[in-house]
């Protein structure tokens, strides 16, 4: 294989060379294959040449249909291969991957077009893989055990079979499991909560072979946000305890739907504290022969994680339209976790002394040490109250406690930015009123370039847009029945939250003219799979809460998008805590949200210059004159 696409001259500049055959793309190669000469996206390759001729972080705004995802993979990929690293190109979720990797997708494009033969793999996050402990458990339980069985049963044989010599590959996607409901894929797929490290079946497990495999990406590894922020979170640590990172050593990172990129940063600082894990941990030491007083200072601090996540509970309320439960701290609750944390440090400091007798393995050790050390750094922010959101998660069987850091910039200005190669970040909504501070302020980011260019289409001829603010009067379910059959169905409905989803699903399944249509719910089988079926099926309606940013349908298929209420920001105690550090909480943190998130809803309407079709804005706070303006203020 050829490693440029061009001939290369050693004694020329590489960026002058790539820049100049990129140009060739957008100005010939691609036009004698049928594409459009777009200025933007030629205007875009100039820009971005900077960021990589340069190693410095770019802002690239694009409006939709600009082509931007084009630009940014031609240079990842010629610089992957001049610096013969892998670029990563991180999106904001499982399903935009899917929607760059998709057959038909930019990627398989570029390579047909080109005739590129380009090295892209997938680095999925863990939660996208089936444990097979959790299996196992499912499939001896009572709910749904025998599609759990079904399941064990097509394993590929090296993990049901301990025969030696036998080929391992990568397995147990959840993209391989697409008629799983959500709630089905929560019992058997992989949560924060399974001890990886010491799992018996860890070389057996489809997540690591899974990393096995894309780290040896000679070009492209796509993730997600959240799975590069882990990646960052856990380097030093992974290191420490002898393991690989989570990704390799690359040239260059995209940031797609990068406005995204805070909240994908705060979950992955966010500390999950749950008093079953704890014990399951600690409880291991009591198996060698240690010394008494190492013994009784494990039994005493179970003992305390037990009264600790008892009073967390009992101290906690439901936040109503969310699955958290906000914590009413109170003396007596710091009291319990300063205790909590003195017998984490007596532990600590008994495991020096038995480190000395060698009664413990180096190994045991260290993952109870990193263990014990993280527990004493998430519990040390509670000190800091300002610093820090808190609240209780509850699922079926125990509470966990979880701790978030307020601001994440430090962490990535450090670990993020300060690394010298070229890191972009694209996305239609980067910038509020032509600024892109606010975005680099919040992410630590103090020299940047950036550029934004509009989208080509022509809104006023491509697009109807209404908006119907909600009225007692009026039958909501009657009206959006009426304005599906305008389109024929044919239909994305979006929804800020999913108990708005699963309240329009019960409600519609009671009038019979629902039965004109074909719903597909998100959360009733994989989401990939449920925009696979919406695309084929050309009169069917997608309901979503997740597909707000990146769902790209051309053509008829998508003729209407419904937005069932505006998209404000949830009652839960992440932005709670944000609207208590500002004096006008609506104005500075529930319309801004609000209204990025709408405007990136309507762009999932217009995605080619062929396309038609109508926007229907949905809310009961359309009646608040202010909210109306705002929102007619960025209609396209």
């Given amino acids: 294989m050829k490693t440029y696409p ?5 004694t020329q500049p590489f960026d002058q060379q790539a820049s100049d055959w990129i140009a060739d793309v957008f100005y010939e190669i691609l036009p004698e294959a049928g594409f459009e000469i777009r200025d933007e996206q030629i205007y875009m390759a100039f820009q971005l040449e900077r960021a990589f001729s340069g190693n410095q972080t770019i802002f690239a705004e694009g409006g939709v249909g600009t082509g931007k995802t084009f630009v940014y993979l031609l240079y990842a990929i010629l610089y992957a291969r001049y610096t013969r690293k892998p670029a990563i190109i991180a999106c904001a979720d499982e399903s935009l991957i899917e929607q760059l990797v998709k057959p038909e997708g930019d990627i398989a494009k570029l390579a047909r077009y080109l005739d590129l033969t380009i090295d892209a793999r997938l680095g999925k996050s863990q939660d996208q893989y089936l444990c097979l402990n959790k299996l196992d458990d499912a499939r001896l339980g009572m709910d749904d055990a025998e599609v759990f069985r079904e399941i064990y049963r097509g394993l590929p044989e090296f993990v049901r079979s301990r025969s030696t ?5 990568p397995y147990g996607d959840r993209k391989d499991y697409p008629h799983l409901t959500d709630q089905q894929w929560g019992s058997l797929g992989w949560d924060v909560f399974q001890d990886c490290l010491v799992c018996p079946q860890r070389q057996r497990c489809g997540l690591t072979l899974s990393r ?3 780290r040896k990406s000679a070009e492209l590894i796509i993730c997600s946000h959240d799975f590069y922020m882990e990646h960052i979170w856990t380097y030093e640590a992974r290191q420490r305890s002898g393991q690989l990172p989570l990704l390799p050593a690359h040239s260059s990172v995209v940031f797609d739907e990068g406005h995204l990129l805070e909240t994908a940063a705060q979950n992955a600082l966010t500390y999950k504290l749950k008093h079953s894990q704890f014990e399951s941990i600690v409880i291991r030491l009591l198996h060698g022969e240690i010394r008494e007083s190492l013994a009784v200072t494990i039994e005493e601090a179970i003992a305390q994680s037990e009264t600790l996540f008892a009073l967390l509970e009992s101290s906690s309320h439901q936040v109503p339209a969310s699955d958290r439960r906000d914590i009413v701290w109170s003396q007596n609750l710091m009291r319990e976790v300063d205790r909590f944390r003195g017998l984490l440090d007596a532990i600590e400091e008994e495991l020096v002394l038995e480190s000395g007798l060698f009664t413990l393995s180096d190994y ?6 990193e263990h014990l050390d993280m527990m004493q750094l998430a519990l040390g922010l509670i000190k800091q109250p300002e610093q820090l959101i ?7 069987e ?3 406690f979880v701790i978030m850091p307020k601001r994440v910039k430090e962490v990535l200005k450090d670990h993020v930015f300060s690394q010298k190669m070229p890191i972009v970040f694209s996305s239609a909504t980067l910038s509020i009123d032509g600024s892109f501070e606010h975005m680099a302020q919040s992410l630590g980011i103090e020299n940047f370039l950036s550029f934004s260019v509009p989208s080509p289409y022509d809104y006023d001829q491509q697009m109807k847009v209404s908006l119907f603010p909600d009225n007692p009067s009026t039958d909501k379910m009657k009206l959006a029945l009426s304005l599906l059959q305008q389109s024929e169905g044919r239909a994305l409905i979006l929804f800020p939250s999913q108990e708005e989803l699963i309240r329009f699903k019960q409600d519609m399944a009671t009038y019979p003219e629902s039965m004109d249509f074909r719903f597909l719910y998100e959360g009733t089988a994989e989401i990939s799979h449920l925009i696979s079926t919406f695309q084929n099926d050309m009169d069917s309606i997608l309901c979503a809460v997740t597909l707000w940013e990146g769902l790209d349908i051309p053509g008829p298929t998508l ?7 505006l998209p404000f920001p949830p009652n839960d105690p992440l932005f709670a805590a944000k609207r208590r550090d500002t004096n006008h909480p609506f104005e500075e943190v529930d319309m801004p949200y609000m209204l990025l998130r709408l405007k990136q809803g309507i762009g999932r309407l217009i995605r080619s210059r062929e396309d038609r079709g109508m926007v229907s804005i949905m809310g009961k706070e359309l009646n608040q004159e202010g909210v109306r303006e705002k929102v007619n203020s960025i209609l396209p």
């Fill in 6 to 10: 061009f001939a290369f001259d050693p």
């Fill in 165 to 169: 010599l036998q080929s391992f590959y």
């Fill in 212 to 214: 096995d495999y894309y």
């Fill in 364 to 369: 045991q050790l260290r993952i109870v040490e």
């Fill in 390 to 396: 808190s609240w209780v998660a509850e699922d079926q």
């Fill in 398 to 400: 125990e509470i966990s």
């Fill in 559 to 565: 003729s209407q998008v419904l937005i069932w209420a």
